[in-house]
């Protein structure tokens, strides 16, 4: 009865969200299984909503753009998911929203790296709330994406975690035309590529300028926008500095795989 369950949760998610984007995220959850010992603590989310967040990334290109997220109440991660992705380290009670679904997303600000991180004045009043809770533009988790870039942190994003009371997150995207973006890669920090790393085969020739041009990307699948996604990487982080560990799931709670 189980097994029909998680089929039937995985039959619905397959009907929403592309195939390829379905196989990197049961990749990623494999490998947050895999690396549970290194997070304190564990974050659910929505397999739809992730795509969202993905053509959203690619649709306010140049821009980077910030979310809110939240959480639903009535949704808490499944107790078995959570105990198999629990580590010995396991900190209860590390932020707010902890143990329950991320299910909503709003779009609050666009722009570059360091005007991304502040809240229109329309997002910090009462004004909307009837639309986005009882916390109106106090979100629980936020996310923020770095085109054509890593999904690590940089000193703005350390800065704007610490009014965080959930966790923050960063999605990072590699894809090409490129535009104005092209992809850079000169940046420390541990990261966590969706399914396997891109693998970069140069061609012969100097006289081609952009970076795609010159090298051949594999392309794991292709943006409403119209964009060839070559990379991934999704993190979150906890303002305390610990990583988060996060797990991407189906209607019913279960890990996608």
Same mark, same amino acid.
């Given at each position: 009865?189980?097994?029909?369950?998680?089929?039937?949760?995985?039959a619905?998610?397959?009907?929403?969200v =592309?195939q390829?984007?379905?196989d990197?995220? *049961?990749?990623?959850?494999?490998e947050?299984?895999?690396?549970k010992?290194?997070?304190?603590?564990?974050v659910?989310?929505?397999?739809?909503?992730?795509?969202?967040?993905?053509w959203?990334?690619?649709?306010?290109?140049? @821009? =980077?753009?910030? &979310?809110?997220? @939240?959480?639903?109440?009535?949704?808490a991660?499944?107790?078995?998911?959570?105990?198999?992705?629990?580590?010995f380290?396991?900190?209860?009670?590390?932020?707010q929203?902890?143990?329950?679904?991320?299910?909503? *997303?709003?779009?609050?600000?666009?722009?570059?790296s360091?005007?991304?991180?502040?809240?229109?004045?329309?997002?910090?009043?009462?004004?909307?709330?009837?639309?986005?809770?009882?916390?109106?533009?106090r979100? #629980?988790?936020?996310?923020?994406?770095?085109?054509?870039?890593?999904?690590?942190?940089?000193?703005?994003d350390?800065?704007?975690?610490q009014e #965080?009371?959930?966790?923050?997150?960063?999605?990072?995207?590699?894809?090409?035309? =490129?535009?104005?973006?092209?992809?850079?890669? @000169?940046?420390?920090?541990?990261?966590? #590529?969706?399914?396997? #790393?891109?693998?970069? &085969?140069?061609?012969?020739?100097?006289?081609?300028r952009?970076?795609?041009?010159?090298?051949?990307?594999? &392309?794991?699948? &292709? *943006?409403?926008?119209?964009?060839?996604?070559h990379e991934l990487?999704?993190?979150?982080?906890?303002?305390?500095?610990?990583?988060?560990?996060?797990i991407?799931?189906?209607?019913?709670?279960?890990p996608?795989?």
């Open positions: 009865m189980t097994a029909l369950i998680i089929c039937e949760g995985l619905k998610l397959s009907e929403m =592309e390829w984007l379905v990197l995220m *049961a990749s990623y959850n494999a947050s299984l895999a690396k010992e290194q997070y304190s603590a564990q659910h989310m929505r397999g739809h909503l992730f795509e969202e967040l993905v959203w990334a690619l649709q306010a290109l140049p @821009d =980077e753009i910030l &979310v809110g997220l @939240d959480v639903d109440s009535k949704s991660n499944r107790l078995d998911v959570e105990t198999k992705y629990r580590s380290s396991h900190r209860r009670n590390l932020f929203g902890q143990g329950y679904i991320i299910n909503e *997303a709003r779009i609050v600000n666009r722009g570059d360091y005007s991304v991180h502040h809240l229109p004045e329309e997002w910090t009043d009462g004004l909307f709330s009837g639309d986005r809770g009882s916390r109106a533009g979100f #629980t988790h936020w996310l923020h994406t770095h085109p054509n870039a890593p999904a690590i942190p940089s000193n703005a350390a800065d704007a975690a #965080t009371n959930g966790v923050d997150m960063i999605l990072g995207l590699r894809f090409s035309p =490129e535009g104005p973006l092209p992809w850079f890669d @000169d940046v420390e920090g541990q990261r966590r #590529t969706m399914g396997d #790393t891109a693998k970069v &085969v140069k061609k012969p020739g100097k006289k081609r952009s970076f795609f041009a010159r090298n051949s990307l594999p &392309v794991l699948g &292709v *943006a409403p926008s119209g964009h060839k996604i990487q999704l993190i979150a982080f906890h303002k305390s500095g610990v990583g988060i560990n996060v991407l799931v189906d209607e019913e709670g279960h996608i795989k």
